[in-house]
């Protein structure tokens, strides 16, 4: 792995800033050993103090990423299917990838996560081994692979390293109601929850970055028996490690897991006992009422990924729903069909517009947290405030663009959640260094190298 870049102690000051749900004008943050040491008021700006233009908010999270899947945009948008058909497409390119292209794609994604404000990232990692699962002379390179792109672009990391034993329900067939892993997934599978705990075991042994954490991840109740999620939930609880699932993401998964198990996913999930604090339901498109009762008694929390659901056609989450009960919502870009956290983040409330006829669903500052805070701690970190003691992870968005013209004080908040994109970004921060300025990365040039790294996995296949 790379170097590990250091945080650094440093004075940043900010036109705006968004402090205690306010937007402040003439914010001095303090940073010492990667934190906000100090928030202060200040008109002028200190001549040692970086500047930041425009509004800076917290960093925003990205709770849920494939990183490989951004090779596909713009190549499985043509003509009619469903996720399942789209499902084919990204295992051929998962099938091309080695730590070496791995690394140098995964390192060009991140570097365009950190140019759209992006400071933390969950990766939802299941690229284990090689395409015909034989392991690597070290077992944990692909994700060895992902830590050294992550340290390149800057940004924090939670690596959810994932369980993928079966090839899907099989209903009330042989192999006690699950397919075998088809070839396309051989890479996937540890072939059994000891070899996929022994390889984690390891990966945390090894591990020593203060922008890394190791969380654990079941792929989905289509991958992991009732036994296997409970031993999987076992061990994050026993490792105090953050448990992601892929849940209820389409109408199939639900169809099949009550054919099977006359159970939803979600009661699948609370049969193994892994509904708690610390697990987050990502998608979570298709539940009942007394799903969402299962999550709220547990209090675990869910991640939307709205631009990949609409891309996928795969539904509209119950936001509201999960909201009036209490349960966090943090977002992701999952298949990467964009990287834009305010896109995300404003669909959230726009696709519920849809649904319910009615507007303001979810709060302007509502809609912050999701992209910020709720990302921050379904991925273990304590960030996304401007506050002593915080993660001193924040980013500057310019209001003076096109898209922000005409915004005051009093509408900055609510300009940046509707209207802002990736390009309004300006200065990114983490752990209190500036890795991009004025909409370039300072040591990736991130357009050439997507260009490069893409070409590199996709040739021949999309």
């Not at 390119?93 to 759209?116: I, N």
């Not at 070290?138 to 959810?160: E, H, S, W």
């Not at 099989?170 to 022994?198: C, E, H, K, T």
């Not at 509209?316 to 209490?326: D, K, L, R, V, Y």
Request: hydrophobic share 40%; aromatic share 6%.
């Amino acid at each position: 792995m790379s170097k590990v870049l250091p945080s650094t102690d440093g004075s940043f000051w900010c036109e705006y800033a968004l402090i205690d749900q306010q937007v402040e004008q003439g914010v001095l943050l303090e940073t010492a050993g990667g934190l906000i040491d100090s928030v202060s008021f200040t008109v002028a700006p200190p001549s040692n103090a970086t500047r930041l233009q425009g509004l800076t908010i917290p960093g925003l999270v990205n709770a849920h990423s494939h990183a490989f899947h951004r090779a596909l945009r713009g190549r499985t948008h043509e003509g009619t299917g469903s996720f399942w058909t789209w499902r084919e497409q990204m295992y051929a390119v998962a099938q091309k990838l080695t730590p070496d292209s791995y690394y140098q794609l995964a390192r060009a994604v991140y570097g365009e996560m950190v140019l759209a404000g992006i400071t933390t990232v969950g990766e939802f990692h299941y690229v284990h081994h090689q395409p015909d699962g034989t392991p690597y002379s070290d077992p944990n390179a692909m994700g060895l692979a992902l830590l050294a792109a992550v340290n390149d672009a800057g940004l924090r990391i939670t690596l959810l390293d994932t369980a993928y034993l079966h090839g899907g329900i099989a209903g009330s067939s042989a192999n006690g109601g699950y397919l075998p892993i088809g070839d396309g997934q051989q890479r996937f599978s540890d072939g059994s929850v000891r070899d996929w705990s022994n390889r984690v075991g390891d990966l945390l042994t090894t591990t020593n970055s203060d922008r890394v954490r190791i969380g654990a991840a079941i792929h989905s109740v289509r991958a992991l028996s009732v036994t296997e999620m409970e031993q999987v939930g076992g061990f994050a609880n026993n490792h105090d490690l953050p448990l992601h699932v892929h849940l209820s993401e389409t109408l199939t998964e639900k169809e099949q897991c009550q054919d099977a198990f006359a159970a939803s996913p979600t009661e699948l999930l609370q049969q193994a006992g892994v509904l708690s604090p610390q697990l987050t339901a990502i998608h979570a498109t298709h539940m009942t009422r007394s799903d969402i009762k299962l999550l709220k008694e547990s209090e675990s929390s869910v991640c939307l990924c709205p631009t990949t659901e609409r891309d996928l056609a795969d539904g509209i989450g119950p936001s509201t729903q999960f909201a009036q009960a209490g349960i966090d919502i943090s977002l992701g870009s999952d298949s990467h069909a964009v990287i834009d956290m305010f896109e995300e983040s404003r669909a959230v409330e726009l696709n519920e517009r849809l649904l319910s006829h009615v507007r303001g669903n979810h709060s302007v500052r509502a809609l912050m947290s999701m992209a910020s805070g709720n990302g921050y701690r379904s991925l273990g970190w304590k960030g996304g405030l401007l506050r002593a003691g915080q993660l001193a992870d924040f980013v500057s968005v310019r209001l003076d663009s096109v898209r922000m013209a005409g915004t005051s004080q009093e509408t900055a908040l609510a300009s940046v959640v509707f209207g802002a994109s990736p390009r309004d970004v300006d200065g990114v921060v983490v752990g209190g260094r500036l890795l991009a300025q004025g909409g370039k990365h300072r040591s990736i040039k991130v357009a050439d190298e997507l260009n490069s790294s893409i070409a590199q996995v996709t040739e021949g296949i999309v």
